[in-house]
């Protein structure tokens, strides 16, 4: 099976880019709708490019719901329950979370051993527990960001005066004319290569403030794949929290 060509259909004020995948196994069409939003027809060996048009055509308005929905379901926020079993984030990777109840216990006590956050705590009610976990992922981000800062700040031959780390609703960095950095606690629970575009891009703010040509230049220097990262960011941010 080979993929071999790129089609679209106009549906009311949208067009539907879709890919198609020849089979000679195969002897209808198949449309069928993936996330993130991509759209995949399986067609026989011997379908014109009309007839693939039209059965897209057909099927735009089930196809547009679909792709809505993918859409719809990538910005709701996630939000975590604390309970046994359930997947917390760390560097894009999800780990369980095994709680242990303990009335004698003073604070939590959290832990990310052998692939399992624990937690000792003497009460699993959410709203207690989420101020603590922000408070360890702060301590994390905290060292790994200062640590990305330290590789890439050589690079970009610059110096910032502070780092802090803060809660950040609608930023994941922001970088003061007086040359401070500010840092999303969340940006810990994104992937290491994403955590590295969020400092470089405040790093390049030390030298550029404005989104100009000159700052887009400077970034792509040092991360020439920058926009994969910062799609990756815009795709799956919000699901980033606790």
Request: some cysteine; overall charge positive; hydrophobic content about 40%.
């Amino acid at each position: 099976m080979d993929m071999n060509k790129e089609l679209s259909v106009a549906y009311g004020n949208t067009t539907i880019p879709f890919e198609v995948e020849y089979s000679s196994r195969r002897r209808t069409v198949q449309i069928a709708v993936h996330a993130p939003g991509k759209v995949l027809i399986t067609a026989p060996a011997d379908r014109s490019d009309k007839e693939l048009l039209d059965a897209v055509s057909k099927k735009a308005r089930w196809i547009t719901q679909k792709l809505y929905m993918m859409k719809s379901m990538r910005s709701q926020p996630v939000v975590r329950e604390f309970v046994n079993g359930e997947s917390l984030l760390y560097l894009g990777r999800n780990y369980r979370l095994a709680l242990q109840l303990d009335q004698n216990a003073k604070k939590p006590v959290i832990s990310l051993t052998k692939g399992v956050f624990s937690i000792t705590t003497k009460t699993s009610d959410r709203s207690y527990l989420r101020p603590f976990m922000i408070d360890w992922y702060k301590h994390k981000a905290d060292q790994k960001i200062r640590e990305r800062i330290n590789y890439f700040a050589v690079k970009l031959d610059v110096n910032p005066k502070e780092i802090h780390i803060k809660e950040q609703k609608k930023r994941w960095g922001s970088c003061t004319s007086t040359g401070n950095l500010y840092f999303n606690w969340r940006c810990i629970l994104a992937p290491a290569p994403v955590i590295d575009y969020i400092v470089v891009h405040e790093l390049c703010h030390l030298l550029e403030l404005k989104h100009s040509a000159r700052f887009w230049t400077l970034l792509r220097a040092v991360l020439p794949d920058f926009e994969t990262r910062k799609q990756w960011l815009k795709d799956n941010g919000v699901k980033l929290d606790v």
